[in-house]
Each structure stands twice: as C-alpha cells, then as structure tokens.
C-alpha cells in the first residue's frame, strides 16, 4: 500500500518508514508539514500522520489531509487517549486513530487489519 507519512517530529521520520514497512505498507513520500498539492500529486492509498504536533491542532490538519486525499485512507496516530479528541479526529476527516500508548505489536496488528 502506497502510504505518505507526515510527521512533525524529523526524528521519528526513519522509524516510521521502518514500522510501516513492517506492516507491509510502501513509504512513497515522508513531510514534516501538510502540504495539499504534494499529498494529492503523489495520490497515496493512506496517509499517516502524527496529529500532535500541529501548532494548528490536529483535527485542522486532518480536514487539510482529507481534502487533498479524497479517497485515501487517513490514518491518525496520537499519544491522546481521549475518545473526545480521537471523536474529533474522525469528524476531520480520520479513517483511524491509533494511540501512541499501545506499544508496537498491537499497532501492527491494528495497521494489517
């Protein structure tokens, strides 16, 4: 699956693409940004993204995400364990919310599914 990876955090970039590989996923393209033109160009079937570093909010990126990637799956990862904020999460245009908090396996497990 052609996934496109968003993360604010530079640092976590290469162990995403790893996590991801592992899940049988394709890293097309990895941002630190939302950037609409480039997320559509490259036209992923999922993008990823950590939602809790956005000065803006997450749920703000994630409508930015959604109406650049019609027909993507957007998936949202996030330390926040409040069903709350995960609720706003796929009012924004989220397919998923993963936590950062379940460790490893169980995201791999949640990604293959």
Do not use: W
Not at 6 to 12: D, T, Y
Not at 35 to 42: P, T
Not at 79 to 89: L, R
Not at 94 to 108: F, I, Y
């Amino acid at each position: 699956m052609r996934t496109y990876v968003i993360e604010p955090q530079l640092v976590f970039t290469g162990y995403l693409e790893h996590f991801l590989g592992e899940a049988g996923m394709t890293v097309v393209a990895t941002r630190n940004d939302v950037d609409g033109k480039d997320i559509a160009a490259i036209d992923p079937a999922a993008v990823f993204v950590d939602v809790d570093f956005f000065a803006r909010g997450g749920p703000n990126a994630l409508c930015k995400i959604r109406q650049a990637a019609r027909s993507a799956a957007v998936i949202a990862l996030s330390a926040s364990e409040d069903p709350t904020y995960a609720a706003s999460c796929y009012l924004s245009g989220a397919d998923a919310v993963l936590s950062k908090r379940v460790g490893t396996e169980h995201l791999l497990s949640s990604l293959r599914e």
